[in-house]
């Protein structure tokens, strides 16, 4: 009798949409965790638990919704996707995320650089392409690497992520070891492809050693300038970028504090 008692209550429990009550907290609280919506329970459940939650999902069609959560706006739910998506490009193709990022945020730079030049006649897509070449071939590639290298240098330190500590010794690689080598290298980047643009147009492709004498020329000049520029505009946003970001979105970050240094590194090279 008791038996029958029992089953009746699970039945009527299940019928009125309750069956949640009867399931063990442990299935509950995975339900929460799921956002709410109570799955089939393994094999190993005792019948009760299997009968409650298959009774739920086929009387609430398939949804046993702890509470009913307000629907999310649809600019927000935009933003949410598009961001998503991103991440997980960005997970699965990391460096080509990378590049294309930077091939974007370097064209926004250029577009502004040779918008505020006032030296600048009309519009040049040559130099554009120039400078989003050497963003997608070079800088991209190099900053990928440093940041791991980075990664590997301050765990040696033993220093905890998220600290200041931390973000000062990845600040410290960054400015000190990675800013003079990187600029150093985009000089002759941008003269090599800067040269090329202009065969690609008809003009004689010089050779190397009249290359290299004017990027030498070129450095004599700017070098110190843009490494001093370099200083003001990146150190508060890359101790910002080490402290907060996570360390897959960095070169991210950093790509979006480069629409200025872009526009900045695209007059000081075309000058």
Same mark, same amino acid.
């Given at each position: 009798m008791t038996r029958a008692a029992g089953s009746a209550a699970l039945v009527l429990a299940a019928l009125v949409g309750r069956a949640d009550a009867l399931v063990r907290p442990e299935m509950l609280a995975q339900a929460q965790r799921r956002g709410g919506e109570l799955r089939a329970p393994a094999l190993g459940a005792s019948p009760a638990a299997?009968? %409650?939650?298959?009774?739920? #999902?086929? =009387?609430?069609?398939?949804?046993?919704?702890?509470? @009913?959560?307000?629907?999310?706006?649809?600019?927000?739910s935009l933003v949410a996707r598009t961001w998503g998506g991103y991440l997980e490009l960005l997970e699965a193709y990391p460096m080509r995320t990378k590049m294309a990022t930077s091939a974007v945020l370097s064209a926004v730079g250029d577009v502004l650089a040779q918008t505020l030049d006032k030296s600048v006649a009309a519009f040049s897509l040559r130099r554009l392409l120039v400078l989003v070449s050497v963003n997608i071939f070079y800088f991209s !590639?190099? /900053?990928?690497?440093?940041?791991?290298? &980075?990664?590997?240098?301050?765990? @040696? /330190? @033993?220093?905890? !992520?998220?600290?200041?500590?931390?973000?000062?010794?990845? /600040?410290?690689?960054?400015?000190?070891?990675?800013? *003079?080598?990187?600029?150093?290298?985009? &000089?002759?980047?941008? %003269?090599?492809?800067?040269?090329?643009?202009?065969?690609? =147009?008809?003009?004689?492709? !010089?050779?190397?050693?009249?290359?290299?004498?004017? +990027?030498r020329a070129k450095m004599g000049v700017e070098y110190?300038?843009?490494?001093?520029?370099?200083? @003001? +505009?990146? %150190?508060? *946003?890359?101790?910002?970028?080490?402290? &907060? +970001?996570? *360390?897959? =979105?960095? #070169?991210?970050?950093?790509?979006? +504090?480069?629409?200025?240094?872009n526009a900045i590194l695209s007059m000081i090279a075309n000058r």
């Open positions: 299997r009968l %409650a939650a298959s009774s739920a #999902v086929l =009387l609430r069609g398939g949804a046993a919704r702890a509470a @009913k959560r307000p629907a999310t706006p649809p600019h927000m !590639p190099a /900053l990928h690497y440093w940041y791991n290298f &980075f990664d590997v240098a301050v765990g @040696k /330190l @033993k220093l905890r !992520p998220g600290t200041w500590g931390s973000a000062l010794a990845y /600040l410290a690689l960054d400015q000190l070891v990675n800013t *003079p080598l990187t600029l150093l290298g985009f &000089f002759h980047v941008f %003269a090599l492809a800067n040269a090329a643009s202009h065969a690609a =147009l008809g003009a004689p492709m !010089p050779g190397a050693g009249v290359l290299l004498a004017g +990027v110190a300038n843009a490494l001093l520029a370099n200083w @003001k +505009v990146w %150190a508060l *946003p890359q101790l910002v970028n080490f402290m &907060f +970001v996570p *360390p897959s =979105l960095r #070169v991210g970050f950093a790509n979006l +504090v480069a629409i200025v240094w």
